[in-house]
């Protein structure tokens, strides 16, 4: 198995920063399009346990769309093989001395590389 292959990363780091961009925009439609349409699929958030795409999706269309700006930092991108990837980072936003972390973990499916798990946390404070 190839650990990092340059074009398989590539495309994750396209596809983790497309979803970053939505995030902090809140455009819904592109952060559901990046989850896999599963029941598989879960997020962890700092104060929700999500299971299944529907509950996911559900959230984010019930979240604030203020204060999402943020600053990333120590993002680490890993691809194994040609078709799956984990994409870790730190992050703060203004105004909140908490550092947050993003764990997610990325499929290559039919429709192109879906989020599978996530989980974001805080420390510090």
Request: aromatic share 12%.
């Amino acid at each position: 198995m190839e650990i990092n292959d340059p074009g398989t990363l590539a495309e994750v780091t396209a596809a983790f920063e497309r979803y970053e961009t939505a995030l902090v925009t809140n455009d819904v439609a592109v952060l559901d399009e990046l989850f896999w349409d599963s029941p598989h699929t879960l997020r962890y958030g700092v104060a929700e346990n999500l299971y299944g795409y529907g509950a996911i999706s559900a959230f984010r269309a019930a979240r604030p769309s203020a204060g999402l700006a943020r600053a990333l930092f120590n993002t680490v991108i890993t691809t194994y093989g040609r078709d799956f990837a984990t994409a870790n980072t730190e992050f703060r936003r203004e105004g909140n001395p908490r550092t947050g972390r993003q764990s997610q973990t990325w499929m290559r499916t039919p429709e192109g590389w879906r989020v599978v798990a996530a989980h974001v946390s805080l420390i510090g404070g």
